[in-house]
């Protein structure tokens, strides 16, 4: 069993798994290998898994945490479920919408907004 600490608190919103980041910047690779672990046995846990990521507070994101979101949110599509991610920063937005990331995911500006958008495909 792993003793180190979650890089990520997730909250359940009537059965909307809520993501936030501990961290201000996802950079590091150990990290990003530790929070896609996590992120993926929670998708795996659920029958249809509903997640929003909410970047509120991260300043930096690096293109090995965009794979890693990809990864996680075919597989919640792969099980019926829905990712959705909100607050991101401008400047981390405007790197989805270089990378045409912004296609596949369903980013909101709140997470309010994002939680509205459930239910809905």
């Known amino acids: 069993m792993s003793t180190e600490a979650s890089r990520i608190r997730v909250t359940d919103l009537q059965g909307v798994m809520r993501v936030e ?21 929670r998708v795996d846990a659920a029958a249809s898994p509903l997640m929003l990521i909410s970047f509120r507070g ?3 994101l690096s293109s090995a945490a965009l794979g890693a979101l990809i990864t996680v949110n ?4 792969k099980r019926g479920g829905q990712l959705r991610l909100s607050d991101i920063k401008p400047s981390i937005l405007e790197v989805f919408v270089i ?7 369903h ?3 709140t997470a309010e ?7 809905r495909k």
Do not use: M, P, Y
């Open 74 to 77: 075919s597989l919640a599509k």
């Open 107 to 109: 980013i909101s500006d």
């Open 113 to 119: 907004r994002a939680l509205e958008g459930f239910g």
């Open 58 to 60: 991260v300043e930096h």
């Open 99 to 105: 990378t045409k990331l912004n296609k596949l995911f």
């Open 21 to 41: 980041f501990v961290d201000r910047d996802i950079l590091d690779e150990a990290a990003i290998r530790q929070i896609s672990s996590e992120l993926v046995r």
